[in-house]
């Protein structure tokens, strides 16, 4: 069992390693997306499928609350998986839960950042194609190829593609790019002088 242990962990290494070797472009464009967002007095709002949902709620949470330094709150929301629909046919909407909420919460200038796993997730590519009917940009963190998001993303959208297929894998990359992004906003609007 330790050797299987060994192995998950080598896994995990080298996984983020090829994710260390070919996202710092896209993360950089996505700090700076964010922030001039922000800076532009727009929210970031944050959706994700199943796995991928406690991802969109840590980045809001640490949007509004603070990354690993105290500093004034930032605007952003994550969408609710669970949202309620007043129609007694919401099952039939199950893949418009998000667009419909960015339809109703969003404004054009806002920005919406999206976890994926492939890209094929039906809820996650109807609130993106919301958001762009609003003029949004999307930040899509996304595994795999990027799946059908890719096709939907303009050239002033971001595409994070974490090199893996695994979705452990790119749950745990997708973690660690929001932790990065959280450290790169906090010192772009809120630079700390160092001691």
Known sequence: MQESIKTIFTESIQAQIA????????????????????????KVICCGELSCNMLAEHFAGLLVNHYETERPCLPAIS??????????????????????????????????????????????????????TKDMKVIALVGDEGGELSGLLGPNDVEVLTPSKRPSRILESHLFNIHCLSQLIDNTLFPQDEQ
Do not use: C, Y
Not at 19 to 42: D, Y
């Open 19 to 42: 994710a260390g070797e070919v996202l710092p472009q896209t993360l950089e464009a996505s700090a700076i997306t964010i922030v001039q967002s922000l800076i532009n007095g727009n």
């Open 79 to 132: 969408l609710s998986q669970n949202h309620v629909h007043l129609d007694m046919h919401s099952n039939d909407h199950e893949q418009d839960k998000f667009s419909r909420q960015v339809r109703a919460f969003a404004q054009q200038g806002d920005l919406l950042v999206i976890f994926a796993i492939d890209g094929n997730e039906k809820s996650i590519v109807a609130a993106v194609e919301a958001a762009l």
